[in-house]
């Protein structure tokens, strides 16, 4: 390998190493700004009229991430459904709660901080325009520390 060779394979290998670095910094900055909300604030955040239902922060399309740690699981045989309920919100039945349509008690449990996806999208019915969140799965959790 000729001299002007070394040197062009280190100029190389320097401009890798920066872009590797500039990389892992968009990376982790991307990472902090995910916004997490506990159930609570998101909850709060709907709004009922008698024309239908919006949130105030969230548009069709968002995608919200929920942080919270689950106060309370109930699965229903006859319905395949998981009701949890969170902390921040309460753990009776009257308290508001997020309906998954799978069996997550195989999975998680009481106490455990979990991470909810959820997509926001517009819908139209009988005239009336409201905002909700896509069904959940077992795809929309995850725990918290992943």
């Not at 006859?78 to 949890?84: A, E, G, L, Y």
């Not at 998680?108 to 517009?122: C, F, K, M, N, P």
Request: negative net charge; charged residues 25%; aromatic residues 14%.
């Amino acid at each position: 390998m000729g001299y002007d060779e070394k040197k062009k394979t280190k100029l190389y290998l320097g401009v890798s190493c920066i872009l590797v670095i500039i990389f892992i910094i968009s990376l982790l900055i991307y990472i902090k700004s995910i916004q997490y909300y506990n159930y609570a604030e998101f909850s709060a955040d709907y709004m009922n009229t008698d024309i239908g239902g919006y949130y105030r922060t969230f548009d069709d399309g968002d995608t919200v991430h929920v942080k919270d740690r689950i106060s309370r699981m109930e699965f229903s045989n006859t319905s395949s459904n998981t009701r949890v309920w969170f902390y921040s919100t309460g753990s009776e039945l009257t308290d508001p709660f997020l309906l998954f349509r799978s069996n997550l008690e195989e999975s998680y449990s009481v106490d455990d901080l979990v991470v909810i996806t959820l997509h926001i999208y517009e819908i139209e019915h009988e005239g009336i325009t409201m905002e909700i969140y896509s069904a959940l799965t077992d795809d929309n959790i995850r725990p918290a520390n992943l």
